[in-house]
């Protein structure tokens, strides 16, 4: 990548989220910096996911996911878990507090500000990930505070981004 | 909307931006928060512009756009200027330091961190806004420092959000 998009991509501001979906009673959640909101009326987010990561196939199948809002003193450990391990390979969910919703789509009930549960309207490919846009159906509010950007992630904590993620960006010349 | 939808959307973050495009030598541009990347390979970003919009007139006839990522300090006045105007009635880069790229599509110099041109891939039809999706063909940097999020402009500038904006949410119940 160009180093000037580069340096111009990075001055962008994110939020941190878990994404989480099921097939059944198997529950997978990941973590991720691109949700937004994109209309009003009706209240739609779109999701970005990597195809390679087992949310992706989980989404595609159900049509339903949600959006579980970060706090700002998330533990690195936590990050860890919903970040950088594949839900191919372990149970996020097994030592993690959450509900379901009707659908038995989870969501978080620890490191949470709020959740919503989204059902897929469109499923737009871009390559490498899908762009899910959905409706919100639900809104659960979890706890109170600020919540956990990209910023503080990278900046306070020194955390680093995954290689799957719509913003790992690796600055190929100098 | 349900009052649990509005607090969920509002617990997201959000950076604050200038989408500019043109026509010819017409030249225009309007805050947004709703800019992301959704790709690193190729470098791609989505932006929401709501279809009442002359920015969006324009991005849909030339495919091609810029956004500049608002510093922190930029003042209530060119918030007001490019967040609050209608392109229609004023000539919004008259008093305002740009460049243009070869395109002929214009990008800021002032209250700005950083700049990109993108060429437009993809229109998703959302109702009330369209979703562009493109890719990022040149990137400036612009000049240092924190850039303006959508929580500061709210919290500590205390702004307000445009009605045709993605996120002009009203609680409708209580």
Same mark, same amino acid.
């Given at each position: 990548?160009?180093?000037?998009?580069?340096?111009?991509?990075?001055?962008?501001?994110?939020?941190?989220?878990? !994404?989480? %979906?099921?097939?059944?009673?198997?529950?997978?959640?990941?973590?991720?910096? &691109?949700?937004?909101?994109?209309?009003? +009326?009706?209240?739609? !987010?779109?999701?970005?996911?990597?195809? #390679? @990561?087992?949310?992706?196939?989980?989404?595609?199948?159900?049509?339903?996911?949600?959006? %579980?809002?970060? #706090?700002?003193?998330?533990?690195?450990?936590?990050?860890?878990?919903?970040?950088? #391990?594949?839900?191919? +390979?372990?149970?996020?969910?097994?030592?993690?507090?959450?509900? #379901?919703?009707? %659908?038995? !789509?989870?969501?978080?009930?620890?490191?949470?500000?709020?959740?919503?549960?989204?059902?897929?309207?469109?499923?737009? +490919?871009?390559?490498?990930?899908?762009?899910?846009?959905?409706?919100?159906?639900?809104?659960?509010?979890?706890? +109170?505070?600020?919540?956990? &950007?990209?910023?503080?992630?990278?900046?306070?904590?020194?955390?680093?981004?995954?290689? @799957?993620?719509?913003?790992?960006? !690796?600055? &190929?010349? %100098?």
């Amino acid at each position: 990548m160009d180093e000037w998009i580069f340096k111009s991509l990075c001055a962008m501001t994110y939020g941190l989220y878990v !994404v989480s %979906s099921c097939d059944g009673e198997k529950l997978n959640g990941q973590i991720t910096n &691109t949700v937004f909101q994109v209309t009003a +009326d009706p209240a739609r !987010v779109a999701v970005g996911v990597n195809k #390679k @990561n087992l949310t992706h196939d989980y989404i595609e199948k159900t049509g339903r996911f949600s959006v %579980s809002v970060l #706090k700002q003193e998330t533990p690195m450990l936590f990050i860890g878990l919903f970040g950088f #391990k594949s839900g191919r +390979d372990i149970n996020k969910f097994e030592k993690t507090g959450y509900k #379901k919703y009707e %659908s038995g !789509v989870p969501f978080l009930l620890e490191n949470s500000l709020a959740a919503m549960e989204i059902t897929v309207e469109q499923s737009v +490919d871009l390559g490498t990930h899908t762009l899910f846009i959905g409706s919100v159906v639900k809104g659960e509010k979890i706890s +109170d505070g600020p919540a956990l &950007t990209y910023d503080y992630y990278h900046n306070v904590m020194k955390g680093k981004t995954q290689k @799957n993620a719509t913003t790992y960006n !690796v600055e &190929t010349s %100098s």
